[in-house]
């Protein structure tokens, strides 16, 4: 069988983003040509702020800023936005997200400070307490709750709890976690809480977020203006007009309302998240079968990325091409996982009969690949 992009039998992505789309949320790409300065538009985004915020459990604290750009844009964002001149940013890293949180300040000039865990191990608060007593000149601490590079997720309600504590911004990137994993962004004590339209959310990529609380905005109008197009604080006194600064991706927000109204509809995060547990226990339970288990344990393990060792002899390359002939495309790992794991997500539209056929496919490709010497 031979599958092609767009073909009648699409390929299946099992990986972290950009997930599956309902058919209505490719339908509202075709909405038609709106522009970004009209009163249609103007409804539409104040509708998609308002419901991001309520419908993600921060509606009361949280007001959401959209930003026009991958989930990266968003971090960009609200870290130059999160740390006062001569102040410093202190970065949680384990892993691929949390290093380009710190790379992002570094490029701006931003004095970070550094703590690293290996990447299989998640941040506990006293390490973090460590750090803000080592560092007198800390003025945000960045984390990211789901650490895709590897199935991982930080107790960022734990984390957070200290660094409020302490006074200091915290920074979260959730793009992975919005919607999956458990603990909710009420529960962080984010002031800058970072997601995007196509990972949990189910939309179209191209735009992100992020929810900023009352002390996320008074520290954006603190902080100098680092960036053109990522100047938080020029961005909300727009967006609260009804305006936006720049031509957003005006179809991708036709996409994230209808993405969002499905989420709602769908009985928002307690049922998402439920969803997602059960899509992991189902994947996890049909790999165990094959001998294949995710290198990162219990209670840290997503509920959306898993990583497996790939089986003795066996290159990442030949089983991505046997599993896509098969019709799913998986997910390498990155930087020092790249050449012995892989990635399975089970992020998006993804019905469970899809990753039965994959378990299924995989047993039947295994015993095929890897047997060269
Ligand atoms: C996907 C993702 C991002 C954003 O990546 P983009 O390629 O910019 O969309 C950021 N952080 C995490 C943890 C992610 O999984």
């Not at 992505?13 to 058919?23: E, H, I, R």
């Not at 701006?108 to 006293?126: C, K, L, M, Q, Y």
């Not at 990522?230 to 991708?252: K, S």
Request: hydrophobic share 45%.
């Amino acid at each position: 069988m031979t599958l092609e992009l767009g073909g009648d039998d699409p390929l299946v992505l099992l990986t972290p983003g950009p997930a599956g789309t309902s058919p209505a949320v490719k339908e509202a790409l075709t909405r038609g040509d709106w522009c970004h300065r009209e009163a249609e538009f103007r409804a539409l985004l104040d509708g998609i702020r308002r419901d991001l915020a309520q419908s993600l459990g921060v509606g009361e604290t949280h007001e959401a800023l959209l930003v026009t750009g991958s989930g990266t844009a968003a971090m960009e964002l609200a870290v130059i936005g999160a740390v006062r001149e001569g102040r410093a940013l202190l970065a949680l890293r384990n892993g691929v997200y949390g290093d380009r949180l710190a790379h992002i300040a570094q490029a701006h000039g931003i004095t970070v400070h550094s703590v690293h865990r290996p990447w299989t191990e998640a941040f506990g608060p006293e390490l973090v307490r460590a750090a803000l007593a080592e560092h007198p000149d800390i003025d945000a601490v960045s984390c990211v709750q789901h650490e895709t590079t590897t199935g991982l997720v930080n107790p960022v309600d734990e984390i957070g709890a200290v660094v409020r504590e302490h006074g200091a911004a915290f920074v979260l990137d959730a793009i992975s976690a919005t919607a999956i994993e458990n603990v909710g962004h009420e529960q962080t004590g984010g002031s800058f809480i970072g997601g995007t339209a196509n990972k949990g959310l189910h939309g179209i990529p191209g735009m992100s977020f992020v929810l900023l609380d009352a002390f996320g905005e008074a520290r954006l109008r603190a902080a100098p203006r680092r960036s053109v197009y990522f100047d938080g604080a020029a961005h909300l006194d727009a967006q609260r007009r009804g305006e936006v600064l720049f031509t957003p991706a005006v179809q991708v927000c036709f996409a994230l309302a209808e993405a969002i109204a499905e989420f709602q509809k769908a009985g928002g995060f307690e049922a998402r998240t439920a969803l997602y547990r059960q899509r992991a226990a189902q994947l996890r339970g049909g790999l165990a079968k094959l001998g294949l288990r995710p290198i990162i344990a219990e209670p840290h393990r997503a509920n959306s990325v898993s990583m497996f060792p790939l089986p003795p002899r066996v290159s990442y390359a030949e089983l991505h091409d046997a599993l896509r002939r098969e019709g799913f495309v998986i997910y390498a790992g990155q930087a020092g996982y790249a050449a012995g794991h892989f990635r399975v997500a089970t992020m998006g539209e993804l019905p469970s009969r899809q990753i039965e056929r994959f378990v299924a496919s995989l047993e039947a490709v295994l015993p095929g690949v890897g047997s060269a010497p």
